[in-house]
Nanobody, 121 residues
Framework: QVQLVESGGGLVQAGGSLRLSCAASGRILSINIMGWYRQASGKQRELVAVIPRGINPNYATSVKDRFTISRDNAKNTVYLQMNSLKPEDTAVYYC???????????????WGQGTQVTVSS
């Protein structure tokens, strides 16, 4: 089993910045993809940014040039630096990881519980 624990959400004014962190723990052998998704009230969950292991990250067009995703493989942690925040960025942000666990023959998806990001005007 794997647990993803998110932190760093909160309330910020438009134009401000936040940094989200997500640490994976458990019987982890390796992590292929790590990333962030978000879900605003009344809307579907959408991809924000993903960063495959050893490959350049991919961003939603709405956050390109404002958000930066990074990962620390030694710590099994993924980060999301969010700059120039807009009210439309308000959502619950969910950490995602595609994980190979010890003694497992498959890759499995795991999700964090979500952290609220609220951007005021």
């Amino acid at each position: 089993q794997v647990q993803l624990v998110e932190s760093g959400g909160g309330l910020v004014q438009a134009g401000g910045s936040l940094r989200l962190s997500c640490a994976a723990s458990g019987r982890i052998l390796s992590i292929n993809i790590m990333g962030w998704y978000r879900q605003a009230s009344g809307k579907q969950r959408e991809l924000v940014a993903v960063i495959p292991r050893g490959i350049n990250p991919n961003y939603a067009t709405s956050v390109k040039d404002r958000f930066t995703i990074s990962r620390d493989n030694a710590k099994n942690t993924v980060y999301l630096q969010m700059n120039s925040l807009k009210p439309e960025d308000t959502a619950v942000y969910y950490c995602y990881a595609n994980v190979r666990t010890i003694l497992s023959a498959t890759w499995d998806d795991y999700w964090g519980q979500g952290t609220q990001v609220t951007v005021s005007s």
